[in-house]
């Protein structure tokens, strides 16, 4: 049974760091396309980041480049998000997903198929 638990959220000042976790359970990260969307009350989802191991191909939206950093730990099975710099326009609840769908490139255009969540993350000004 696939699962995605992410943890890691919480509420921190402008400036300051987080780091959020996804650990995954009845799949191995290293072989798909896995991506870190965010969610504001009304807003629309938005693809923040994405990793494959196999084509070894990072993306990341304009928003959060220089700032965030995807990875992963083979070993544990966990993806991971550095955000570093955090904005109040950061705050959002934060997903990890899976894709299954095989693409040229692995980043947050295609349809991903599994969804972790969500854990929420507050920035204060």
């Known amino acids: 049974q696939v699962q995605l638990v992410e943890s890691g959220g919480g509420s921190v000042q402008a400036g300051g760091s987080l780091r959020l976790s996804c650990a995954a359970s009845?799949?191995?990260?290293?072989?798909?396309?896995m991506g870190w969307f965010r969610q504001a009350p009304g807003k629309e989802r938005e693809g923040v980041a994405a990793?494959?191991?196999?084509?070894?191909?990072?993306y990341y939206a304009d928003s959060v480049k220089g700032r965030f950093t995807i990875s992963q730990d083979n070993g544990k099975n966990t993806l991971y998000l550095q955000m570093n710099s955090l904005k109040p326009e950061d705050t959002a609840m934060y997903y990890c997903a899976r894709r299954t769908m095989r693409g040229r490139s692995c980043d947050t255009e295609l349809p991903f198929t599994d969804w972790g969540q969500g854990t929420q993350v507050t920035v204060s000004s």
């Open positions: 009845g799949f191995a990260l290293s072989s798909y396309c």
């Open positions: 990793f494959s191991t196999g084509s070894r191909s990072t």
